[in-house]
């Protein structure tokens, strides 16, 4: 089961990875006004398992 998730998440044409996509490309348009809310979530794409303050410690450095 493991191993079909991973395979799911890793494909673009799947549809968890279309879903995945739709979500963040949706989430990046509502912070489109938004840099401090645009670049949490460019923070949270490359690793999602950050804590508040890790997070904002990646956004100072940017």
């Given at each position: 089961m493991d191993k079909i998730?991973?395979?799911?998440l890793v494909n673009d044409r799947s549809t968890?990875?279309?879903h995945?996509?739709?979500l963040y490309?949706?989430?990046l348009g509502?912070?489109?006004g938004s840099t401090i809310l645009h670049g949490i979530?460019?923070?949270l794409a490359k690793d999602p398992s950050l804590t508040i303050t890790?997070?904002?410690a990646e956004?100072?450095?940017s």
């Open positions: 998730l991973l395979l799911q968890l990875g279309f995945l996509r739709y490309e949706d989430a509502r912070a489109r979530l460019k923070v890790e997070i904002r956004c100072e450095k």
